[in-house]
């Protein structure tokens, strides 16, 4: 084959082989005989093979034109969902928007975002779903996860919305009689206050450090799956606390807590998550791109 065929060619092609006739296709397409018999022999040129037999009556496909027409119904169908698509983009995004997220990150940040979201968008139907767990999205209907962590499945389609890593902190009332941890082994001997949420592991807090990852089992009397609940009972001072840096920073800007062992963290990004292309649903789409925006200019950490 010398070149790619001509889109239009082969659109011409695919009336004339259903109607057998030059001047039938001509009829159909408001062209001349001539300009179509033209448009023919260069897609012959281009694929270099012959597509039709012509005879003074008739015009039938050949072997090779067989194969050639059901190509071009394929190419010509695609390149039409393709501009139907594209299209559908530029639309005005409606229907039902289910979203999770977890139940901290859901009510301070992702519920006022889906607000403003909602005044944007009237003819969205936005529900939104805080868990304790990571949802699946597919088998229960969710079309996006706003969640905290880097590791997602690869079957998934992620975008990251802000940077973020999880610290550890605590009261300085508790510091003060409990003393401050001088290495990540110390954390055993202390009272850690442990958060059952999502995919943050029970009990075991792995972090990266100056050696790279480690890891450290903690125990504590308190614990819960709540993270707001246990970032209370850090401010109250009972205990030693791994949490995101957008829900703890407030509480170290006023000195209701201070970083411990600031050395180590656990990286733990702000996600939107998602099952399709962006390009199959326009209000997923826009959902993940206002979510983009949002946390961009209401959210920023400085560098670990």
């Known amino acids: 084959m010398n070149n790619l065929p001509n889109l239009e060619d082969l659109r011409v092609f695919v009336h004339v082989t ?13 062209m001349s005989a001539a300009f179509v018999s033209k448009r023919i022999r260069l897609l012959e040129e281009d694929l270099g093979v012959r597509l ?5 009556r008739r015009v039938s496909v050949s072997e090779d034109g067989e194969r050639v027409y ?9 390149v039409q969902r393709m501009g139907d698509d594209v299209s559908a983009l530029h639309r005005e995004p409606s229907g039902q928007l289910r979203i999770a997220s977890s139940l901290g990150l859901g009510r301070r940040f992702v519920a006022p975002a889906l607000s403003e979201l909602a005044t944007r968008h009237p003819q969205l139907d936005i529900r939104l779903d805080v868990q304790d767990r ?8 969710f079309d996006l996860d706003v969640r905290v962590g ?18 550890l902190c605590a009261a300085p009332g508790y510091l003060e009689r409990r003393g401050t941890p001088r290495s990540l082994a110390e954390l055993a001997g202390h009272d850690c206050l442990v958060i059952k949420e999502r995919d943050h592991p029970f009990g075991v807090w792995h972090l990266q450090g100056p050696e790279g990852e480690e ?8 614990s819960s799956n709540h993270g707001e609940v246990v970032h209370q009972w850090c401010i109250d001072g009972r205990g030693i606390l791994l ?20 050395e180590y963290q656990q990286p733990a990004d702000i996600w939107a998550v998602y099952a399709a292309p962006l390009a199959s649903s326009a209000k ?3 959902a993940v791109e206002f979510l983009r925006q949002y946390f961009a200019e209401r959210y920023s950490q400085p560098d670990a």
């Open 18 to 30: 259903r109607r057998s006739s030059f001047a039938a296709a001509a009829s159909e397409l408001g």
């Open 52 to 56: 039709l037999h012509r005879t003074t």
């Open 70 to 78: 059901q190509w071009a119904l394929r190419i010509l169908d695609s």
């Open 134 to 141: 990571l949802v699946d999205l597919i088998g229960e209907g």
């Open 150 to 167: 880097n590791e997602i499945d690869p079957n998934l389609i992620a975008r990251p919305l802000a940077r973020n890593r999880r610290v």
């Open 215 to 222: 890891s450290v089992k903690v125990t504590g009397p308190l």
């Open 243 to 262: 949490r995101s840096w957008w829900d703890v920073h407030d509480s170290l800007d006023d000195g209701c807590l201070v970083q411990v062992l600031p």
């Open 284 to 286: 997923v789409r826009v």
